[in-house]
């Protein structure tokens, strides 16, 4: 399994960014796949979902209305579409699934600076 993430950044309060995230090693189209974000000394926070069949999704309180987690199963890859941006929004953000085990990306950093 291998999780690969990118679009981070640094952008001001109120910008928008789209992280995406390219999977590979498993069949990617019937997994759940999740974004998760972690600021230093806290624990990792899961942000959004999305299953595979049907496409529902779920979100942390804390950005329902601002992000939207969404895949392209041809091409094997989710997104996270972040807008309307807070600096409380900065972390690294961890693409995952779970298939008996997590498995993490490498993170891509986030962060909401003026």
Known sequence: ???????????QPGGSLRLSC???????WNSIMSWYRQTPGKERELVATIRG??????????VKGRFTISRDN????VYLQMNSLKPE???VYYC???RSV???????QVTVSS
Not at 22 to 28: D, E, K, L, R, V
Not at 74 to 77: A, H, R, V
């Open 89 to 91: 929004d900065t972390a």
């Open 96 to 98: 995952n699934t779970f």
């Open 102 to 108: 997590h498995y993490w990306g490498q993170g891509t």
């Open 22 to 28: 390219t999977a590979s090693g498993f069949t990617f």
């Open 74 to 77: 041809g091409k094997n890859t």
């Open 1 to 11: 399994v291998q999780l690969v993430e990118s679009g981070g950044g640094l952008v």
């Open 53 to 62: 069949a049907g496409g529902s999704t779920n979100y942390a309180d804390s």
